[in-house]
């Protein structure tokens, strides 16, 4: 298939088009604007629609109503954009409705810093609203992998009729690099996946099959919490993680996104060096891949190494439960729009041992 | 024998209303049924709602029924309409809703001209959360959050939503009526309904501002709140149309 060179945000927009996404609302933030502005542009191509919200609030809940018609529809921000969504977000994980959204993080908290940063790992994984609902979260590290995460996002979020977050941060969103495109959904498929769904959605019905869509209510909500929290069990099987060079390593370097991409690469480094380090990289951290921590060799592992674009470091918690006291755990942080570099990963993964 | 009234069918056989005695949001959600049936339309409708005492109609509409969240009824409607774009999308808000956590959200949507219908039900107060000021309650009146009552000095004044929405150049449609007499409960129901074709022939975005009264939570019993609504709802809110381009869009 053809390769081609694109920016972050705009493959992200490309990716969620051909998967067959015809509703996107959004409201400008530095580092992701390129994502409502690419939809703006392809949306009106293949018949859909983009609405520049009046605000994050707004936006959310158009995409809130444009999927509770069955089409598939996004919305995207950054870190204290994606706050003003929570509510919205809550919403769709309590009625149930499919949504996808993308938060391109940058620091944080307050307005933060309009540079990357992973700020955002708490509110992604444990409370993006009130209410304590989980979704699926993607952690794509490249291009390539945030198209394809995005593509699959859909597919996720209908089986499960629940939001999918796709977690990424200002350098992906930014950056450019060669990506292989998923193939365009036919127009006859995404019609089909919008009237299979017609008997729940707001399409208009008779009385006796009439669509009522609650995001909650007077009775029934501890059913309705047990039913999600059954279905979040169901998730293990859908863990995503790279496990690079870890069976004889002796140093365990653990990193999503971006820092999972420059810590792959200080492990080459340190390979070469003569450490014997690994990487744990989760592609999704929700659900966390703690299986990957119980299988590693802890008779030969000495330390593990968190490193993440947050101050105060929020991934190492996970990594905490996973590791239950087996080794010394180590955390390697920048943030404030400091990117994280190889050297500073090899500098913290050196003084391990 | 010629049948001259009968129940909606826009409303459920069964349902019991949970509307208190004097509430007039039970006779708003009965117009509507009556002018979606007439306009042949049950099945074709979805409403949106916001949240407030109205939310205890959504079980007994006969047709698709959406909650948003507080405030955010015009954001859901234009996702709904803007993908159902043959659909009759309406939102029903009340004063707190619309006015107050949803004012951004109603003046964009109806900025922009949205092809859906607000209902939007102004009683003066905050009924669902026990009597609260609303942007729209009275000088002088009581609210739990005014004891003394509205202050301007310190509250502002009542906020006019058809008048404020009249600035805006978009808007095909805004009137204001009332339920509190028979023949108000008529001119209500030829407002829905005029506000429906409307959509339905594509004029964007109507608003029909209902004024209501809500006995429970201004301390009065039903007939002295139609004496209050009557005298002091409809001096501050006078009911008239304050916009309508439907007719100058035929004209050309
Ligand atoms: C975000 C949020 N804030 C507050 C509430 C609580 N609340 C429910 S209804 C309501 C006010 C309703 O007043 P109004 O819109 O005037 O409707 P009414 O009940 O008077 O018809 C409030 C504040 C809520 N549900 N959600
Ligand atoms: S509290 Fe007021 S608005 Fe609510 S049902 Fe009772 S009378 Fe109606
Ligand atoms: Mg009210």
Redesign the interface.
Known sequence: MARKFMKGCEAIAEAAVRSGC??F?GYPITPQNEIPEYFARRLPEVGG?F?Q???E???I?????????G?R?MTSSSSCGISLKS??IS?CAS?RIPMVYCNVQRGGPGIGAIQPAQQDYFQATRASGNGGFRMLVFAPATVQEAVDMTYEAFDYAQRDRNPVLILADGVLGTIMEPVELPPMRPEEEVKALKEALSDWT??????EE??????GGWAGQEDRCRRNANMYETWGKDVQVEEYETEDAEVILTAYGICGRIARSAVRLLRKEGMKAGLIRPKTVSPYPYESFDRLNYGKVKAILSVEMSIPAQMVQDVELAVKDRCRIRTCLRSGGEIMSREDVLKAARELV | MEQVYKRT?GI?DDMVSGFCPGCMHGTVFKLIGEVLEELDI?????T?QGVGCCGLA??Y?????????HG?AC??????????PD?LVYTYQGDGDLASIGL??T??AANRGENFTVIFVNNGIYGMTGGQMAPTTLIGMKATTAPAGRDPKVHGYPMHMCEILNQLTAPCYLERTSCNTPANVRKTKKAIKKAFQNQLDGKGFSMVEIVTSCPTNWGLDPMASLDFLEEKMLKEFPLGVIRDKSREEEAV
């Open positions: 015809r509703f609302a629609v609405v919200g009046e605000s609030v707004a936006s809940n158009m995409v809130y109503g444009a999927a509770q018609t089409t529809a509510e919205g919403f009625a707001l399409t208009g019905h008779r009385a009439k669509a009522l869509i609650l995001p | 069918k459920r049950l099945e074709k409708t979805v949106v959504m079980e509409v006969t047709y698709d029924c959406t909650t948003s969240p955010r954001a859901v409607a234009t996702g709904v309409k803007r993908t159902n659909r951004a959200e003046m964009s």
